[in-house]
């Protein structure tokens, strides 16, 4: 068998594939068993927990993707396979073959998590080879489940959106687009009612699965081990995220639960370019998936899809945190880190284009439905300029509509003069959108000035809606006190409003219910800043120590 080509032709493939020398093997050797295979074994297969890291001491592996059997990658000697589902536990995007005869060493899974945790200069090479091999998948675009549906669907957008946020590759067929999806239906005798469909990688038929079925599928959901847990993070965005991190990696028996996936509001923003320590920036979903794997790498545990539905607090701890269909879990510990949404905007039919025009995230999954066609983004705050300048970069043009009268009261200067400055985007100040027209899609929207009250219509095939903070603390119990707009109310301002009741004072980041605490975004007076979301998660573990040792 010829060898097969590496996926993307990038200057980052010296570091997915890294070769490790004698030296470095030979290190690695009490923690495997060398185990030869003949041409044509099985190393693993796509869809069952990949419960080895094999690397190659001679001959040669390929990987495959497991729907289609086509050759993703190779191994060569000296090269180990996995990706960052090592680490996780979660089934095998690909399945592997030996392509000639082959001497391997085996390495569980356990050990591998271990030496990525205690070896400081070869945990490097291997976390940094699993987290780019995994963006390689998910760039291919050509590795994974098949998702078969509309561009106007919301439920195909749910599924790729769903699939994105929690860093499995997937093959996406826009039935729109592509006339041989009608045959892919007729094979599996799907109706145009069933769609969108996603096929296994075993040749399984999932129709219009939720969220929760999908993940039970693909295994991206794990149980949840029964015992008492040290900390329990609601939220999975920045500030979970930082939590996570801290919690575990400092001893605390630590469990993230998110509804959708990792990323928060964060996760919906294509290019984040003032956070320390990334000159070039990183898109929000990249943070995000860099600190779930930080956080697992030190043995928290995520779960996902997660939809908590209530707290049972008691004021001398042991907390009962019940998530839906699944038994209550008990915890010391509580940081509320739920985060909160951009708000709709206030245009009759607007609930009629939720994903068929309106989008509430500036990602490639979303800017692929537009066709480089004009689009609009609304609002004023970092995430729309973002999402503008993001947008820019393949539409054929970018209205950027805003209420207030001067851009730079709310946006950061480095982002407000990109956007004066692009002759690809106009800036409309003062306007709002008061209608909005299509059929099957979005066609057009109608944007009034609020100074004059003049009006114009703007052929656009996306808005992309940034405005304004909604906190997801709808489900919180009221024995937990929020304030007028639904923000949790923490610290001394408990003490102020008179919703504090024991003789000690509550910690900064305290909530009414003593050990239960509140991070980021859905924190009453919180920086809506990525930095000040991740500082106050990390703030909160301290905390969390200071209440335990009461």
């Known amino acids: 068998m010829p060898p097969a080509e590496r996926p993307i032709a990038d200057p980052r493939n010296d570091n997915a594939f890294p070769i490790l020398s004698d030296e470095q093997i030979d290190a690695l050797l009490p923690f495997g068993k060398i185990t030869k295979l003949k041409q044509g074994e099985t190393l693993w297969a796509a869809g069952t927990p990949n419960l080895c890291m094999f690397i190659v001491l001679n001959g040669q592996m390929g990987i495959h993707d497991g729907r289609t059997d086509r050759p993703v990658a190779i191994h060569i000697k000296g090269e180990f396979s996995g990706d960052i589902d090592i680490l996780t536990g979660r089934p095998a995007v690909v399945s592997a073959l030996a392509d000639t005869d082959m001497e391997v060493l085996a390495i569980g899974a356990e050990c591998a998590r271990s030496i990525v945790d205690r070896s400081p200069s070869l945990g490097e090479i291997f976390l940094r080879a699993f987290l780019l091999r995994r963006q390689l998948l998910q760039g291919a675009g050509n590795v994974g489940p098949l998702v078969v549906g509309s561009r106007y669907s919301p439920d195909t957008l749910r599924i790729r959106e769903f699939l994105a946020r929690n860093r499995y590759p997937f093959v996406w067929e826009d039935v729109e687009e592509n006339p041989d999806t009608t045959k892919i239906l007729q094979e599996f005798k799907v109706q145009e009612d069933d769609i969108p469909v996603v096929i296994l990688p075993n040749g399984t038929l999932i129709r219009a699965p939720s969220n929760m079925e999908l993940s039970t599928a693909l295994g991206v959901s794990k149980p949840v081990e029964s015992k008492i847990y040290d900390l329990l993070i609601v939220g999975a965005g920045p500030a979970g995220l930082a ?135 609304v609002g004023a705050g970092n995430s729309a300029g973002q999402a503008a300048v993001f947008m820019a970069d393949n539409s054929a043009h970018v209205y950027l509509i805003v209420r207030g009268d001067d851009l730079r009261k709310s946006m950061s200067s480095y982002l407000a003069r990109r956007i004066e400055q692009s002759p690809k985007i106009t800036l409309l100040l003062n306007s709002e959108i008061c209608s909005i027209e299509g059929t099957e899609h979005l066609e057009r929207i109608t944007v009034a000035d609020r100074a004059t009250g003049k009006s ?95």
């Open 243 to 377: 939590a996570g991190v801290y919690g575990a990696s400092e001893g605390l028996d630590t469990l993230v639960v998110d509804s959708s996936g990792p990323g928060g509001q964060a996760g919906a923003s294509s290019r984040i370019e003032n956070y320390m320590g990334f000159p070039l920036g990183l898109s929000g979903q990249d943070l995000a998936d860099r600190a779930v794997a930080q956080a697992e790498k030190f043995g928290a545990q995520l779960i996902v899809p997660g939809v908590v539905e209530d707290i049972t607090c008691n004021d001398i701890g042991g907390h009962v945190v019940r998530i839906q269909g699944m038994e209550p879990i008990e915890t010391r510990c509580v940081v509320l880190a739920s985060g909160a949404s951009y708000r709709k905007l206030d245009v009759d039919n607007c609930d009629e284009f939720e994903g068929r025009g309106i989008y509430y995230s500036a990602t490639n999954v979303e800017r692929i439905l537009c066709n480089e066609q004009a689009v609009a983004v």
């Open 456 to 550: 114009q219509q703007k052929d656009v095939s996306g808005i992309f809606v940034m405005i304004g903070a909604v906190p997801h603390t709808s489900w919180i119990p009221e024995t937990i006190a929020r304030d007028s707009k639904g923000f949790i109310m923490t610290g001394q301002q408990l003490v102020q409003e008179g919703k504090w009741k024991l003789d000690r004072p509550p910690f900064y980041l305290e909530t009414s219910c003593p050990g239960v605490f509140a991070a980021g975004d859905a924190r009453c007076n919180s920086v809506k800043r990525v930095a000040s979301a991740v500082g106050e998660g990390s703030m909160s573990v301290a905390f969390v120590h200071q209440y335990l040792a009461l």
